[in-house]
């Protein structure tokens, strides 16, 4: 029997976020106040982000039989990655290239405040190859935990995982204390998932009653292509990947809509990864895919966030009038390519790729990333829903191409959520 809408999570989120919008409309300084509501959601989030793939790497890679697998895993899982966010990056490209939101606004580059984005540029600029290379090795595994920094979490534990795997029964006693611990992290999980009404009603609020309705007007083009173009991307691309791997990413969409929920309203996909991860194992992938795809994919391969940043460098681009031909736009996919790697962690991610992104490119005016700056929240609703959507996805194909998927579990949830 279904609970009734009002008592499922998804739907307590969606009435939240719905009045969220509703009270910064009206109320716009009291609106602007609860930004700390969804803060806080968010930071409890985080607090349990790093343990949980901790554990789930750890306990995914000891208990696997044949770690060379694994080894195919990863390669398997880069390669996904690398050509799934070039087509996001491309399909962003031609959209706004389609529909040219910015054709007509000819703002004077000379004019924007550049202090207004000073410090995504200063983050930014230390987005190198070699820095990023570095920035993955932990100075320390505390450290690491302690900065929520997932892709450094994720090194120490597959390292951890294959050294726990190679001692073989001796290692048991710390496997069965991770494995224990690992159900004892997912329950303050589920816990803590009961506040995401209240993170979502303050985030939403925050938002509106910050920048209002009004702020969107003349930027409402953007916003609706930008949304527009990661609706096609999920049915056309995500839905062929599905197709060919043999389910339905509307029926994968269903059985997540709470996480999508969640990441909606928090505009942050990462405040539903810890769920994401426990409802694909129940769909039959394997904890070790799992473990490895979805940490290495909120670093690696998100596609919202790769559409956004090609449609919003060339927006900056149609505004203030500055010309970029076709050579210049292969240019700036392909450092796209590079900066839009390992920055999940980073306060305002997308807008530091952004920043450093044009300043490496250095044809379009840093300063007018200052024109996407106060819309950022809005768009960031459609990256959060489409990355987790797009994870998820790569987690089932990666399992079913190494086979560490349950076909008959999987259509047995996804039929049930139908």
């Given amino acids: 029997m279904r609970s009734s809408f009002y008592k499922t999570l998804y739907g307590q989120v969606l009435i939240a976020t719905i009045a969220g919008v509703a009270f910064g409309y009206f109320f716009p300084s009291a609106g602007a106040s609860m930004r700390p509501l969804g803060d806080a959601f968010i930071r409890l989030i985080r607090m349990i982000v790093a343990p949980v793939v901790f554990c789930t790497v750890v306990v995914g890679i000891a208990g696997v039989g044949d770690v060379k697998a694994l080894g195919k895993t990863g390669v398997l899982t880069l390669v996904y990655f690398e050509i799934v966010s070039t087509i996001a990056l491309l ?39 070699s820095d990023f290379l570095l920035g993955i090795i932990p100075t320390s595994i505390v450290d690491a935990l302690a900065r929520s920094d997932i892709l450094q979490v994720l090194l120490f534990s597959v390292v951890f995982g294959l050294a726990l795997n190679a001692i073989g029964p001796k290692g048991t006693p710390v496997f069965g204390f991770i494995d224990a611990l690992s159900r004892v992290l997912l329950r303050v999980v ?19 009653g910050s920048f209002g309705v ?29 197709w060919w791997a043999g389910f ?59 559409i956004y940043q090609a449609m919003a460098a060339v927006f900056i681009a149609q505004a203030t009038n ?68 797009g994870n998820s996805v790569a987690a089932i194909v990666i399992g079913d191409r190494v086979k560490e998927l349950n076909r008959d579990q999987l259509k047995q949830q996804l039929d049930s959520r139908h």
């Fill in 91 to 129: 399909i962003g490209l031609v959209a706004v290239n389609i529909t040219k939101p910015g054709v007509g606004m000819n703002v004077d580059a000379t004019k924007l405040d550049p202090s207004a984005v000073a410090q995504y540029v200063t983050a930014g600029k230390s987005l190198t190859a």
């Fill in 190 to 208: 589920g816990l803590v998932m009961k506040a995401a009404p209240i993170g979502a009603f303050g985030a939403m609020a925050a938002t509106v």
């Fill in 214 to 242: 009004g702020t969107l007007t003349q930027l409402l083009k953007l916003i609706a292509y930008f949304y527009t173009t990661s609706a096609v991307f999920v049915a056309v691309v995500l839905g062929a990947i599905a």
């Fill in 248 to 306: 339905s990413v509307w029926r994968l969409i269903a059985y997540l809509r709470e996480e999508l929920f969640v990441a909606f309203g928090t505009s942050s996909s990462e405040s539903a990864m810890p769920q994401v991860m426990v409802k694909l194992e129940k769909l039959g992938v394997s904890r070790s895919v799992v473990g490895l795809v979805i940490p290495a994919g909120y670093s690696l391969n998100l596609d919202g966030s790769a």
């Fill in 322 to 389: 500055t010309p970029l031909g076709l050579r210049e736009q292969v240019v700036l996919v392909a450092v796209l390519t590079l900066t839009s790697k390992g920055v999940a962690g980073v306060a305002g991610a997308a807008l530091v790729v952004l920043a450093g992104t044009l300043a490496a490119f250095g044809h379009v005016p840093v300063a007018g990333v200052v024109l996407v700056v106060g819309i950022h929240r809005f768009m960031g609703q459609a990256m959060a829903v489409t990355n987790t959507i």
